[in-house]
């Protein structure tokens, strides 16, 4: 998944990343990916990427917030030894000039204990 506006993905084996943000409309968003066809992706980007469903929970305060950006990657990384020594470097590099308040992995978890939670309490009220 990637921004229209961005490189796509090299499709003989892309090991890089893309930023997106998230108050990036979907209809900007596309795959770029040689190892499926994904024709019906790129007319609802939702199938794999649910960022309208997201910003729709946000609103209806299902979830609290969305974070400011998310990265993504192409699937098919080949070479997987410099793929991990690149990313450890980028990531190293990044993480020294600024601090995430969370996790990806926190965030995620936090995600599922609020489902979780809300979905005992909707099987808990009394049906009418």
Known sequence: MHKKSQTPFNTSGDFS????????????LMVTHGGFDNSDINKDVN????????HELVKEGF????????????????????????????KSRRSS?????TSCSARAAAVRAT??????????RPKA
């Open 17 to 28: 990343y893309r930023t997106i943000e998230f108050d990036t409309p979907s209809s900007e």
């Open 47 to 54: 199938a794999m990427f649910p960022i309208d469903r997201l």
């Open 63 to 90: 979830i609290g917030s969305l974070p400011k950006e998310t990265y993504t990657f192409m699937g098919g990384g080949g070479n997987v030894e410099k793929f991990r020594n690149e990313k450890r470097a980028r």
């Open 97 to 101: 000039r600024r601090r995430a308040s």
């Open 115 to 124: 489902v979780r939670r809300r979905l005992s309490r909707a099987a808990a």
